[in-house]
């Protein structure tokens, strides 16, 4: 069965230092995963996904992943954090099962300080 | 392009009330995901439709709720009776066919059954 483990609930980072938001996932053959991050009052919105090729992928504000098999893991990335990056932010799987159906990790929650 | 349009965006009601909530989907998408969100469960799939066609409703938590897309334009999930305990965050969400292509959220509807 498809899963996705978002272990932090509450990631606080200072502004301007990296970030990591951990996200962990278990799958029947090839995974295709995304990051997704909601800001208040708003949808989710997509940030990058994985689906083939570079283990390093480049998404929107400036965000990468990266894909690391041996580990399955899907950790999300920024080089230099900024007080409006705080929001909630989802790890998918697609569910190989087809119909894009996607299984949502728990979210963790990114607070980004002055 | 506009994005996936979920009305009303706030909807007040006494316990008992039928309560519908309403989706656009982005024109041309082939998929319709409705997704309840809560502090206490999270995000939830409730059911998702293919071509119009409900795929999977395994998610609906109770008779009470029902969803019909009567085309490609238009969905509607409906609460009869609704509860206290239905208060939550509704979104609607859509995507291509292809597997690899992300799901675009609407900015849900926020139910609050009193």
């Known amino acids: 069965a498809q899963s996705v483990a978002q272990p932090e609930d509450q990631v606080n980072v200072a502004e301007g230092n990296p970030l990591t938001v951990k996200c962990t996932y278990s799958?029947?053959?090839?995974?295709?995963l995304f990051w997704y991050v909601q800001y208040p009052n708003r949808g989710l919105q997509f940030l990058l996904k994985?689906?083939?090729?570079?283990?390093l992928v480049k998404g929107s504000y400036g965000f990468e992943a990266e894909f690391n098999k041996s580990q399955t893991s899907f950790h999300l990335k920024k080089p230099s954090a900024l007080v409006s990056d705080s929001a909630l932010y989802f790890c998918?799987?697609?569910?190989?099962?087809?119909?894009?159906?996607?299984?949502f990790g728990a979210g963790t929650r990114l607070a980004v300080h002055p | 392009d506009a994005g996936v349009i979920q009305s009303p965006r706030h909807e007040v009601t006494e316990m008992g009330q039928e309560v519908t909530l309403r989706c656009k989907p982005i024109?041309?998408?082939?998929?319709l995901f409705w997704y309840r969100q809560t502090m206490m469960r999270g995000l939830e799939l409730l059911i998702y439709?293919?071509?119009?066609?409900?795929?999977?409703d395994s998610g609906m938590p109770e008779d009470r709720f029902s969803a019909k897309m009567p085309n490609a334009s238009f969905s509607t999930l409906k609460i009869q009776p609704s509860e206290p305990r239905d208060s939550a965050v509704y979104f609607c969400?859509?995507?291509?066919?292809?597997?690899?292509?992300?799901?675009?959220f609407g900015d849900g509807t926020r139910l609050s059954i009193l």
């Open positions: 994985y689906i083939t090729g570079d283990n």
């Open positions: 024109s041309g998408h082939d998929y």
């Open positions: 439709f293919n071509n119009n066609v409900p795929i999977d």
């Open positions: 799958v029947s053959g090839n995974p295709y």
């Open positions: 969400a859509s995507s291509f066919t292809s597997v690899n292509q992300p799901q675009h």
């Open positions: 998918a799987v697609m569910f190989s099962g087809g119909y894009n159906k996607l299984i």
